[in-house]
């Protein structure tokens, strides 16, 4: 399929999966995905994308119900229009829509799974990864008491993970991660504000340096980067951008001005599969090093994530958790951990399968789009 095969039909699903507890970040609890999944049938074959867009526009501008809206009237029109498609010329053929990297990451992601399955090339092996199984974090959010957060990561550090990223918020972050610390003074410990601090905030989250932290992750809007160049200069803590980082010409210009010593890198935050993989050489050139985030994926997007991360500059270990932090069932069969670690896919495209029954289960609504030539 190295010419391209032609897009005939899209098969767009909505599946209602509901998480083990709800995920509460500062802003909101998240307590079931809205999932939009959608599988690409070619000439070629038929690869999965699912978009990690929220319910509600609270990570990012983007949005479920707005993704499938792009998706059917704006993406999917472009890309039937080709007579002949590549993964590698999606995001070519799609620049002239503004924005709802999310949505095309997701119909990359299908396109890319169903050439790589008609190849009987892995993710992996397209991607560059190096590894064979990658360390796993654990992401924890928000809790109503300091007890019960230390429950809760003596639980996750017992099954073996090997890093604890603790969500924070003002009124929600010297105590916890004091008392984290304490319990567990050599644990790997970093963690997220998805900005909810300003600049003014410095002094109190220079609070956080004696803590020996990893990293603070995104603790001032996705649009100041320069601010966080300022902080970075008044904290001992690395900086560390996930909303801000948009491209890998965005991780550059970041990079360029010391906002960030180090990166999260999200697929569908970039738009897709191919510029994460851009975004990790752009800092792997500059030195900074890069770990995978994690958008409560389904075994799905965890699958190719877990790929992304067999990479060589992920060398921090990312949110790329076994199956059951989130879900009781996954879609696919579920990723277990092994003392600490996830085993990367090395089958055709994603490596993994849906359950049929499980997407049966799921399925609240099925639609087909198809290319009218």
């Known amino acids: 399929m190295g010419t391209g095969a032609r897009l005939e039909c899209v098969r767009i699903r909505r599946l209602r999966m ?6 509460r970040t500062s802003f909101g609890a998240v307590a079931e995905r809205d999932v939009l999944l959608l599988e690409a049938v070619t000439t070629a074959g038929a690869g999965w994308g699912e978009c990690v867009a929220l319910a509600e526009p609270l990570y990012s501008a983007e949005y479920v119900d707005g993704a499938e809206h792009v998706v059917r009237h704006h993406l999917l029109p472009r890309l039937f229009a080709r007579p002949r498609l590549t993964a590698a010329r999606v995001a070519e053929v799609l620049r002239p829509v503004a924005g709802h990297p999310m949505a095309k990451a997701a119909i990359e ?15 992996a092996e397209h991607l560059g990864a190096v590894r064979d199984a990658v360390d796993c974090g654990v992401s924890i959010g928000i809790h ?26 003002p009124g929600w972050d010297l105590a916890p991660v004091a008392a984290v610390r304490e319990r567990h003074p050599d644990v790997p410990l970093q963690v997220d504000a998805n ?9 109190h989250l220079a609070k956080l340096d004696p803590f020996d932290l990893l990293l603070i992750e995104q603790p001032l809007p996705d649009d ?31 990079i360029a001005l010391g906002a960030c010593a180090v990166v999260n890198v999200k697929p569908g935050r970039v738009g897709g599969y191919l510029e994460a993989r851009r975004v990790h050489d752009v800092c792997q050139a500059a030195n900074v090093p890069v ?43 579920p990723f277990v ?36 030539h």
């Open 144 to 169: 109503d008491t300091v007890p019960g957060l230390l429950d809760v990561v003596d639980g996750y550090l017992a099954e073996g993970y090997r890093r604890v990223k603790l969500k924070i918020e």
């Open 109 to 123: 992601m299908a396109v890319l799974d169903a050439e790589l399955r008609a190849r009987g090339e892995s993710f």
């Open 195 to 203: 900005a909810a601090y300003s600049l003014a905030d410095a002094g």
């Open 18 to 23: 509901p998480l083990v507890a709800p995920f």
């Open 337 to 372: 951990m092994e003392k600490g670690r996830l085993a990367v896919p090395d089958g055709p495209g994603l490596g993994v399968d849906v359950v049929p029954e499980r997407l049966r289960e799921l399925t609240v609504r099925l639609d087909e789009v198809r290319a009218t």
């Open 224 to 254: 100041q980067v320069r601010a966080h160049a300022e902080l970075a200069r008044h904290l001992r803590t690395p900086v560390c951008l996930d909303e801000s980082i948009t491209s890998a010409r965005a991780a550059a210009d970041a």
């Open 291 to 333: 770990w995978c985030g994690g958008m409560l994926e389904t075994g799905l997007g965890r699958a190719g994530n877990v790929a992304l991360a067999g990479l060589p500059n992920f060398v921090l270990p990312g949110d790329t958790s076994a199956s059951d932090r989130y879900y009781a069932r996954d879609l696919t069969e």
